[in-house]
C-alpha cells in the first residue's frame, strides 16, 4: 500500500522560511520522480518543483531560487525547503509520485504580511 505523508508546514511570517517533508512508503523510493504541488484555496492546483531519480530538480518561474527540493533515498523522503517566503505562496502543499494517482494528504503552509 503506497503511502505518502507530508509534515513541516505552518505559520511563518513573510521573509520566513519552512522546510515540508514528505515520507513515502510502500513503492521503491530511489527508483521514483517526486513532485511538490500546491494549491491556494479557490485555485487550481499547481506544480512547484520535480526532482527525478537521478536528482535533477525543476522549478515553477513562481519559485525559483526560492525553494530547493530535495531527497534522501535511504529514508524515503523528499523535502521542500522554502526561504524567502511571500503571502502568495500561502497554500496547501501536496507531495505526489510522478505519472501516478498518489498524493499525500497536504500540509497548510500560511505566510502572513
Known amino acids: 500500500q503506497v503511502q505518502l505523508v507530508e509534515s513541516g508546514g505552518g505559520l511563518v511570517k513573510a521573509g520566513g522560511s519552512l522546510r515540508l517533508s514528505c515520507a513515502a512508503s510502500?513503492?521503491?523510493?530511489?527508483?521514483?520522480?517526486m513532485d511538490w504541488y500546491r494549491q491556494p484555496t479557490g485555485k487550481q492546483r499547481e506544480l512547484v518543483a520535480r526532482?527525478?531519480?537521478?536528482?535533477?530538480?525543476n522549478y515553477s518561474d513562481s519559485v525559483q531560487g526560492r525553494f530547493t527540493i530535495s531527497r534522501h533515498n535511504d529514508k524515503s523522503t523528499v523535502y521542500l525547503q522554502m526561504n524567502s517566503l511571500k503571502p502568495e505562496d500561502t497554500a496547501v502543499y501536496y507531495c505526489?509520485?510522478?505519472?501516478?494517482?498518489?498524493w499525500g494528504q497536504g500540509t497548510q503552509v500560511t505566510v502572513s504580511s
Open positions: 505526489h509520485i510522478l505519472g501516478t494517482d498518489f
Open positions: 526532482i527525478d531519480s537521478s536528482g535533477n530538480t
Open positions: 510502500g513503492i521503491i523510493f530511489r527508483f521514483k520522480d
